[in-house]
């Protein structure tokens, strides 16, 4: 499968300077992340791509939504991709408020509050990770997956710190990781 995180938002344009959490609820793209998002969709439109796999933060719908236009595919939206709930940025938005802002991506299978209430420990965040490694490992499609996603769960999945609108392939029948350095490169 392969992991791209989603381009630049509001949040990490701000974070990336200061160091010190802005405050903003489940931001948005930049015009910056926008623009990974294009290239993105245009490099891993050109691959074997048949499924679209995204967290339901609004930052991971706007990095997916090119992509699954390009190939006329479907989001489909997993909180299990979410990332590691740890800033303001990680507060997500209702799922029905969601909805009406992305109306071709289905939600009505998630619950509306489907972010956690406090900091995810990283245990937590791994053990989120092999669990999804295993159930996608017993799908016939997972090497043609594109999984949209965030940074701490990237990286819980692969070890890696990936930046804005990168990507990586992994082999989810791998072994999931026993530990990771949580540290941002």
Do not use: K
């Not at 053990?127 to 017993?138: D, G, K, V």
């Not at 990771?180 to 490169?185: G, K, L, Y």
């Amino acid at each position: 499968m392969i992991l791209l995180r989603h381009g630049q938002s509001e949040f990490n344009l701000h974070f990336t300077r200061t160091r010190v959490d802005p405050g903003i609820i489940d931001p948005r793209l930049t015009e910056l992340g926008h623009e990974q998002a294009a290239r993105a969709a245009e490099a891993l439109g050109a691959r074997q791509v048949r499924r679209v796999v995204a967290s339901p933060y609004t930052r991971a719908l706007q990095t997916a939504l090119p992509l699954a236009r390009a190939l006329g595919l479907p989001v489909h939206v997993t909180p299990m991709v979410r990332e590691r709930y740890a800033f303001t940025c990680d507060v997500g938005r209702p799922a029905r408020v969601v909805a009406r802002e992305f109306p071709d991506v289905a939600l009505d299978h998630i619950d509306d509050v489907w972010w956690p209430s406090t900091d995810e420990p990283e245990h937590s965040v791994l053990h989120r990770a092999a669990t999804f490694r295993a159930e996608i490992a017993t799908r016939d499609d997972w090497a043609e997956t594109v999984v949209v996603s965030h940074w701490g769960f990237i990286l819980a999945c692969t070890g890696r710190s990936l930046g804005n609108g990168e990507w990586i392939e992994t082999d989810p029948r791998e072994p999931p990781l026993e530990e990771v350095i949580w540290r941002h490169h």
